[in-house]
Structure formats: C-alpha cells, structure tokens
C-alpha cells in the first residue's frame, strides 16, 4: 500500500480542504495530485482499493477522486462501502472509469457516487467538477437540519417529515428537495438542478428533471397539503419562499 500526504506549500493547511486521490496507475495519480494542489488543495494519494476504509477511519477527506478498477476492491465496491458507513454517507465521491456506457453510469451512481468522469477525461474538467462538488458539499456542514413550514429535511439521517408524516423519497428526490429548501424564493433552471443533483448536465434530458420533481410533489403533498414547490413557466423550479409563512 502507497500512501502519500503532501501539503500544498503556501496555503494554511487547515484552511485548505483534503482531497484524497484513489487510483492506481501511477502517472495519472500523480498528474491529478500536481494539479489538485496547483488549485491549493491538500491531497493525499492511495493506489489500492483495500486500504481507504482504514484511511477514512482515521480521519475523513473533504472529497475522494474514486478511480472504478482498483487492485483489492473495485471503486464501486468502495462506493458502496463508503455509504453504508455513518461517517461517510455524505462523503463527496467523484468515480472515475474507462467505461463509458449507461448502464455502468448508473450503476455508479447508484451506489452513491456524486460524480462521474469518463477516461480520458481533460484535468481542467475534473477540476471544475471538483470545485463545483465541493461548493454543492459544503452547505451540508453548516446545518444538518432544513426547516420550512411543516417540512423538515435531516441531512444526516437523510428522514424528511411533513408535520408527523415520514415521508420517503429516492435519492434523487431527496437531493432535489435538499438543493430547493436551501435556498427558498430562487428559481433553478432545469439546467442548473441537473447539474446541482446529477452532477453531469450533458449526458441526461432535462425532462428528467420534470418526472422528479413530479415524484417528489406527489411525496411531500397528500390531500389538502399545499404544494410548496412552484413551477416557473421557461424557467425552472422554486421552493416557495412563502410556504409556511400563513
Ligand atoms: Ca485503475
């Protein structure tokens, strides 16, 4: 096992968040680990899949660059692993693979991964996806818990309630509620909640984004419930910032 710890030079290192790079081809970890602390990101390197569980448990990096085949267990194995565990159900998780067919994106998705890069991939991309993850993450650490009205959304136990009702959502569903509850009032395109809860805007149609906000409607309001999620016509989808407010 290889593990490396290196700190990038002239950032304060507690301010600097750790990135940690699984990946076993030699060149390529390097490459990313020169360019992760270019942008000032610690990052911390492990080329086998069977020593990042001991790793997390020690202390848990701010985001992991996951690469799928992985000599010990595969990136997807880990994935899944890495959700099961309480401390890292929220763990930032880009996956990076050679496969670029659907089904393998969805079965990497489904086990939880935030993101998705396909080799070869540019490195400025994956940069911007890194930021755009971290930016998405970081809300997450600062309230574990998302009141509005009768609504409550628990980011840590990932439970929503409407008043006494459970309510269970998909993944997908949850995320959507989670990116429209934080920020009541704005308007998020189709565009902007695909890149925001799917993390890949190209590769999916934006009706997608239509069948899920529909399922999540139809979770969270039964009967009479009012329907705190507006549809903006041409332009997207808003949590109502009035919802709770009468
Ligand atoms: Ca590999």
Known sequence: MSIETMHAGSRSAGAAPRILVVEDEE?????????????????????RGDGVETRLSEALPDLV????MLPG???LELCRRIRAREDSRTLPIIMLTARGEEAERVRGLSVG?????????????????????????????????????DLALDRETHRVHRGEREIHLGPTEFRLLE????????????ARLLDMVWGMAADIDERTVDV???????????????????????????????FGRD
């Not at 060149?27 to 680990?33: F, G, I, N, R, V």
């Not at 890194?130 to 509005?148: D, F, I, N, T, Y």
């Not at 549809?231 to 808003?238: I, K, L, N, Q, W």
């Open 179 to 190: 990116h429209l509850m934080e920020k009541p009032g704005r308007v998020f395109s189709r």
């Open 27 to 47: 060149a390529l970890s390097l490459l990313l680990s020169y360019n992760l602390e270019a942008e000032g990101f610690r990052v911390e390197r492990e080329a």
């Open 212 to 242: 899920h906000v529909g399922r999540l409607r139809r979770a969270i309001t039964r009967g009479r419930d009012r329907d705190p999620i507006r549809t903006v016509r041409g332009s997207g989808y808003s949590f109502d910032e009035t």
């Open 113 to 149: 991964a935030d993101d998705y890069v396909v080799k070869p991939f540019s490195v400025p991309e994956l940069m911007a996806r890194v930021h755009a993850l971290l930016r998405r993450a970081k809300p997450e650490r600062v309230a574990s818990r998302l009141l509005r009205g």
């Open 65 to 68: 660059i996951l690469d799928w």
């Open 73 to 75: 267990v595969s990136g």
